[in-house]
């Protein structure tokens, strides 16, 4: 009896640990930040008449960086260097080029297979007579899916979606963020207008955009930066949240079952006077 529980101690013991571990490294996972930066530029310092200097994709320059418990786990990507993505866990490069390059299968010999049965296809009348029937089961189906976009548990299901998928967003996108450079545009009629744009989002964009205008030429001169953070556990939080609303459920079961099989109208009436008859 005492060696049996002597056993069943040590085992428990190494059930806890392990427990504690699973814990640690779960919190880990949803707690600990993934940060990214990322910079580029898009040289075009000089003024040219036409709306793209030559060689554009030989101007464009980018990196971005991906991090994970203090560069523990990490990953960059660079163009136009080769390889495109390069990824380390500790000091450990991982092939990621390998793993996305498509490996070529042989194609498998093609069995000789004896003629196959054409079906009739149909003429021009046929398919006319049909066009009729198709529009109404399409406006069918239509009717079907604005009826249940415009009952009350959808709209409250719409709006929660809007509200999580907004709250993700703002806690994935970059923090700190910079656009600077020169933009014409050929003229101050499109020069303008962009400048107008860029008022419409001054807002948010206060402070993060430096662009001087050019109002005679074509100029692209743009260079930016940022970077951000993203916390699992943000993700995880709205999704469950999404996945406990009883009437966001309703709807995609609603969404998903579609309308129940409509009758065409010509088999409608062939029934109706069979009926009769």
């Known amino acids: ?25 779960l919190l880990i996972v949803l707690f600990v930040p993934i940060r990214y930066s990322f910079q580029g530029r898009f040289e075009d310092p000089e003024v040219h008449e036409k709306a793209l200097p030559p060689e554009p994709l030989s101007r464009l320059f980018g990196e971005a960086d ?44 093609k069995k000789e297979e004896g003629p196959k049965e054409e079906r009739p296809k149909k003429t021009i009348g ?3 007579e049909e066009l009729p029937d198709k529009i109404d089961g399409l406006l069918y189906k239509k009717d079907y899916y604005l009826a249940v976009l415009s009952t009350n548990y959808a709209a409250d ?8 998928l907004l709250s993700v967003l703002a806690s994935v996108l970059p923090r700190e963020w910079a656009l600077a450079g020169t933009v014409g545009l050929g003229g101050p009629v499109g020069t303008a207008k962009l400048l107008e744009v860029i008022g419409y989002t001054w807002p948010v964009t206060a402070g993060h955009i430096n662009i001087t205008p050019d109002f005679e030429h074509y100029i692209f001169d743009l260079q930016c930066a940022g970077r951000g953070r993203i916390r699992i556990i943000t993700i995880v939080i709205a999704g469950l949240r999404l996945l406990l609303n009883k009437n966001l459920r309703h709807l995609i079961k609603m969404l998903r079952r579609g309308p129940k099989k409509r009758v065409p109208a010509g088999a409608a009436e062939a029934e109706k006077s069979a009926g009769a008859a």
Do not use: C, D, N
């Open 1 to 25: 009896m005492k060696i049996l529980l002597t056993i069943l101690a040590i085992f428990g013991r190494i059930l806890l640990v392990l427990l504690i571990l699973i814990l640690l490294i």
């Open 66 to 109: 991906v991090s994970w418990i203090l560069k523990a786990v990490r990953a960059r990507a660079a163009y136009p260097e080769k390889p495109l993505i390069r990824a380390h866990v500790l000091f450990f490069e991982i092939p990621i080029e390998k793993f996305l390059q498509k490996e070529e299968k042989e194609e498998p010999e």
């Open 126 to 128: 046929q398919i006319l």
């Open 157 to 164: 299901a719409l709006g929660k979606l809007r509200k999580e």
